[in-house]
Each structure stands twice: as structure tokens, then as C-alpha cells.
């Protein structure tokens, strides 16, 4: 069974940070390039971060460069998942998903596979 499960949202003062993290099992994720990505109410999904499978490659929306950092840790039979977000902004503010291709990086929604249930992020001004 195909399982994300992400976890580390919560409520956060601007310019502070949070931890998310994305448990990914059911299929070999340690082959597959994996990504976080984020919904405001009323907005279209957006490209968050992405890596690759094998973490050396990372790339980021500008709209995070600088302040958020996405890496992975590769297990025999789960791979985690995470984005640090430093320097929070109310913008920030949106349900970050967790996503996997069995591919390489992408920063298009649509040509990833599999999905988590997401965890909400709230940064208060």
C-alpha cells in the first residue's frame, strides 16, 4: 500500500521556522525524485521545492529560494522527506503536500504519481 504521510504543520509567528517531513513507503521511493508543494484557499497548487533521488540535485519556486531547503533520507523501505522553512511569511501560509515521480525532477503538479494528504502551515503576521 502507497503511503505519504506528511506531518510538522502547525502555527507559526512570521520569521520563524518549521520542520515538515513526509514519510513515503509502498513503492521504491529511494528511486523516485520527490517534491513538496503548497494550496492557499482560493489558489491554484503551486511548486514548492524538488529532489532528486538521489538528493544531489534541488531546486526551489523563487518565492522560497534562500529560505526554505529540501532533502531526503533514503531508507530500505521508507524515505523521508523534508523541507525546513526558515524566515516564515504569511504567504507562506497554505496545506504543503508531499509528492513522488519515478523519474526525475519536475516542477510540474501533474507528473507526479503519488500524493500525501498534506499538513497545514499557518504563519501569523
Known amino acids: 500500500q502507497v503511503q505519504l504521510v506528511e506531518s510538522g504543520g502547525g502555527v507559526v509567528q512570521a520569521g520563524g521556522s518549521l520542520r515538515l517531513s513526509c514519510a513515503a513507503s509502498?513503492?521504491?521511493?529511494?528511486?523516485?525524485?520527490m517534491a513538496w508543494f503548497r494550496q492557499a484557499p482560493g489558489k491554484e497548487r503551486e511548486f514548492v521545492a524538488t529532489i532528486s533521488r538521489n538528493g544531489f540535485y534541488t531546486y526551489y519556486a523563487d518565492s522560497v529560494k534562500g529560505r526554505f531547503t529540501i532533502s531526503r533520507g533514503n531508507a530500505e523501505n521508507t524515505v523521508t522527506v523534508y523541507l525546513q522553512m526558515n524566515s516564515l511569511k504569511p504567504e507562506d501560509t497554505a496545506r504543503y503536500y508531499c509528492a513522488g515521480r519515478p523519474s526525475g525532477t519536475s516542477r510540474d503538479g501533474k507528473e507526479y504519481n503519488y500524493w500525501g494528504q498534506g499538513t497545514q502551515v499557518t504563519v501569523s503576521s
Open positions: 509502498g513503492r521504491t521511493f529511494g528511486t523516485y525524485a
